[in-house]
């Protein structure tokens, strides 16, 4: 049991990060593929200022 | 060494207890003012006596609202205390993983209120999110913008997920500060890991548990911008708390007598369970 202690802290700060991933990755797809397509990294990635 | 007691220290704190009433006192006796009267503009006002208390008192909206608004409270604090303390308990006592746990565990703490709402409202699309394309991809019918069910597993979550860390790193300090002749003890008495928490752990923690329940109780209480965000208290009104509902009645329908009312009506009852949480749980320290 006490072995895979690790895994309860290891699981909670995955589910920590994966919203906040979620947002880095958004910030870098442009509206095309934000609303186009569902992809888990941004495959062009868009580092030009568009604000 | 024996301390000497001087009454004029409270001279000292006079400054700051002024600033804090004013401050404090001066914001909450506008909204007594407008409680108890009624205007049709030009800054003419007349008394209404207790009407908006009796107003929102019968409002069926009202008791609509703060049904949502315990429901909301009760569901994070049954989740986060108990899973706050669980990830304590597995967390490494020291070294260079703890250091690594605290640090990644605090990351939703420093995160602006309407990021949380703006970054879950993006997560939770069903279309373009991950947890929301994750969940209809595994079959599961999930769309927070039109399902009440889905929206309140969306706030719990999300709600969860921002601050369930404050709950582990006052947990962690609780274990932290347990002297480790306990846990010698425990072990030469032969006690089990279940005693071993139930009895040394959980009375050690009792105090910051205490603050960390006072501390989620208020805020979950008076959340306002991550289910604005979020859902906008919708779909329909499923999601709309008490302090949608406040600002709905004060901006959205300029009714001050009422949301002023409201707001009264809502800062007593928080102070109200607040006294009584913590006067029914330090009472075993006094006797």
Same mark, same amino acid.
């Given at each position: ?10 699981? /909670? ?11 880095? @990755?958004?910030?870098?797809? @442009?509206? @095309? ?14 580092? /030009?200022?568009?604000? | ?9 409270? +001279? ?27 205007? +049709? ?5 007349? +008394? ?91 079959? !599961? ?33 609780? $274990? ?34 205490? !603050?960390?329940? $006072? ?73």
């Amino acid at each position: 049991m006490t072995r895979f202690r690790w895994l309860v802290p290891t699981l /909670y700060i995955l589910f920590l990060m994966l919203p906040i991933y979620w947002l880095l @990755n958004m910030s870098f797809k @442009n509206t @095309n593929e934000i609303l186009g397509t569902f992809t888990l990294w941004p495959q062009n990635l868009e580092i /030009y200022p568009r604000y | 060494m024996e301390k000497t007691l001087n009454n004029k220290a409270w +001279f000292m704190v006079l400054p700051v207890l002024l600033i804090v009433a004013l401050n404090a006192v001066v914001p909450l006796m506008t909204v007594v003012n407008y409680s108890v009267q009624d205007t +049709f503009g030009d800054n003419v006002f007349f +008394f209404e006596g207790t009407r908006w208390f009796s107003d929102v008192l019968a409002s069926e909206r009202f008791h609509g609202a703060l049904m949502r608004q315990f429901a909301f409270t009760g569901t994070i604090l049954v989740i986060e205390i108990p899973l706050g303390v669980a990830i304590a308990l597995a967390m490494p006592r020291s070294g260079f993983w703890a250091s690594v746990c605290l640090v990644f565990m605090a990351l939703p703490l420093l995160i602006p209120w309407n990021v949380v709402g703006a970054m879950w409202n993006i997560y939770a699309l069903p279309d373009i999110g991950l947890l929301g394309y994750g969940l209809n991809w595994l079959g !599961i019918p999930y769309d927070y913008t039109q399902q009440p069910l889905s929206a309140w597993f969306t706030v719990i979550l999300m709600d969860v997920w921002h601050w369930t860390s404050l709950v582990v790193l006052l947990a962690y300090a609780g $274990l932290q500060s347990i002297d480790d002749n306990y846990y010698r003890a425990a072990q030469i008495d032969g006690a089990s890991r279940w005693a071993v928490f139930r009895f040394i752990q959980l009375p050690k923690m009792k105090h910051v548990l205490t !603050i960390a329940v $006072l501390l989620r109780f208020m805020d979950s209480f008076m959340i306002y911008t991550e289910p604005f965000v979020l859902t906008g208290g919708g779909p329909g009104n499923t999601t709309t708390v008490l302090s949608i509902d406040l600002v709905k009645a004060a901006l959205g329908e300029f009714n001050l007598g009422i949301a002023s009312a409201m707001s009264i009506i809502y800062f007593l009852m928080t102070l109200l369970v607040c006294w009584l949480f913590y006067s029914i749980t330090m009472q075993g320290d006094q006797k």
